[in-house]
């Protein structure tokens, strides 16, 4: 500022010199009026000059593009500089906080759960992809419309009219079909003035899970409610009659075979938890495929003279092509073991007397593994197929038990066969019998030890 007032000043001294120079050489009088008046020309030309620099600064910051800035020197200068500095510290900070909205934005785009933003009139500010897809709206086109008439299910109208709702609220979500379904969890939460966040979460899988879960303790129950039920009723019987010594015999009888087929049930129950919760098997340890075949065929033999007592024997074969002579299952042995037996045992509780059960194993074109179970059992019909390795699917429930089965069986060996990247394939024509095929992956079977 000084130095301003300074220029200002030498710059009238200047006038004033130049004034007093032109009345000396032209003679004029009085000199000190050519004096000042060089003195106030000079101090108008300053202010004159001074009022244009101005102008082209205040020009400028009208628009404040700092690519346009004019360039000065001297005090206006100084002013440029100082509001060009201030100007990129404003645009530093804006770029810097419209970063973190993106930063922001595309976490929450990011997240695996939706997010819609309503402002105080419940029209929507915001939504990210994820709640998009759950509740069918459009992120762009449906912004500023309020959510009750872009949601019309009448769930979610009545839960949005409540004040302060503590749970969240479960509705069919956008692509919700009757053979598809689909569910989505929606929380509302209140924040800033009036306004409202809505957090979606598919729970499709979770409901799915929730009631498998239930359907499977219920069977689990269901299973052995009823040996327990006829126990029961056995020991009653003990109880209150007087029974003789042949009668008790055969009550104590009749109650061990439910005392069997209730171990059997825990016995497969714990099999599947087991297969369940243990790492996927080794590709170290293995099982002499001529071993297992042994083992299972002196099962099946057991099996069918107990079943068959007094009626017709059932004709069992097993069959290993002899090229496979020496090969060895890579896996666990107990599972790869329950796998065939199951498949087995079936065979022969599902062949009538007089039936034949025919048990190969042979190698698939494609390098694989076959261990095939044929019957010529009643067989199953085709709508069954599909649902035969669910867990208490049975085609024939009372068949089933009479036998003591469990209903267990086909899903110890789907499981079985999925960790050890093999396959169940099942083929049967009513009438016919059936075909029960292990499908063994190159890399879980060789040749020789
Ligand atoms: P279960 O213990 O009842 O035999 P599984 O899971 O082993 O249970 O089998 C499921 C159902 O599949 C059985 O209840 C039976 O109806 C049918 N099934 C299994 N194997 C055969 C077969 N070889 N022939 C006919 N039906 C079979």
Redesign the pocket.
């Known amino acids: 500022m000084i130095s301003r007032f300074l220029s200002f000043l030498s710059l009238l001294a200047f006038g004033a010199a130049i004034g007093f120079s032109w009345a000396v050489m032209g003679d004029k009088q009085p000199q000190s009026l050519y004096l000042l008046l060089g003195a106030l020309l000079a101090g108008l030309a300053w202010m004159l000059i001074d009022a244009w620099r101005g102008y082209r600064v205040r020009s400028w910051l009208r628009h404040g593009d700092l690519a346009m800035a004019p360039q000065m020197s001297g005090w206006w200068g100084v002013v440029l500089d100082r509001a060009r500095k201030l100007l990129r510290d404003r645009e530093r900070s804006i770029d810097a906080g419209e970063q973190r909205h993106k930063d922001f934005l595309s976490a929450i785009q990011a997240s695996p759960n939706g997010v819609v933003m309503l402002d105080a009139n419940a029209q929507i500010e915001w939504c990210n992809q994820t709640a998009a897809t759950h509740l069918g709206i459009h992120p762009e086109r449906d912004v500023m419309q309020r959510v009750g008439n872009l949601l019309r299910d009448p769930v979610f109208t009545a839960y949005m009219a409540v004040e302060q709702p503590v749970e969240p609220v479960v509705m069919a979500g956008f692509r919700h079909r009757m053979e598809r379904p689909v569910r989505i969890s929606v929380q509302r939460h209140r924040y800033g003035e009036g306004k409202q966040l809505l957090l979606t979460r598919d729970v499709t899988m979770l409901e799915q899970a929730e009631a498998m879960r239930r359907d499977f303790v219920a069977n689990v129950s269901h299973e052995i409610r009823t040996p327990l039920t006829v126990m029961s009723g056995f020991v009653e019987t003990l109880q209150t009659l007087d029974l003789n010594a042949e009668e008790q015999k055969r009550y104590l009888g009749l109650m061990a075979i439910q005392a069997v087929r209730m171990q059997g049930l825990v016995e497969d129950l714990l099999t599947l938890s087991r297969l369940e919760g243990s790492p996927v098997p080794s590709s170290v340890s293995t099982l002499p495929l001529s071993r297992l075949m042994q083992a299972c065929e002196l099962e099946a033999r057991g099996l069918s003279d107990t079943i068959s007592q007094g009626t017709q024997p059932q004709n069992i074969q097993f069959e290993i092509n002899p090229l496979l002579g020496e090969a060895q299952l890579i896996g666990e042995a107990r599972e790869l073991q329950s796998a065939v037996s199951?498949?087995v045992s079936?065979?022969v509780?599902?062949?009538p007397a007089g039936g034949s059960i025919h048990v190969s194993v042979d190698q698939g074109v494609d390098g694989s593994l076959l261990v095939a179970?044929r019957?010529t059992?009643?067989?199953?019909a085709a709508e069954?197929l599909p649902r035969?390795?669910e867990r208490f699917?049975?085609?024939?429930?009372s068949?089933?038990r009479e036998?003591g089965?469990?209903?267990?069986?086909?899903?110890i060996?789907k499981h079985v066969m999925q960790r050890h990247g093999g396959s169940l394939s099942i083929t049967?024509e009513v009438g016919q019998?059936?075909c029960?095929k292990l499908i063994f992956p190159h890399n879980r079977w060789r040749l020789n030890a």
């Open positions: 199951n498949l079936n065979a509780r599902y062949t179970v019957d059992g009643a067989g199953i069954h035969l390795t699917y049975r085609v024939d429930r068949r089933s036998s089965g469990t209903g267990l069986g086909l899903a060996v049967s019998g059936s029960f």
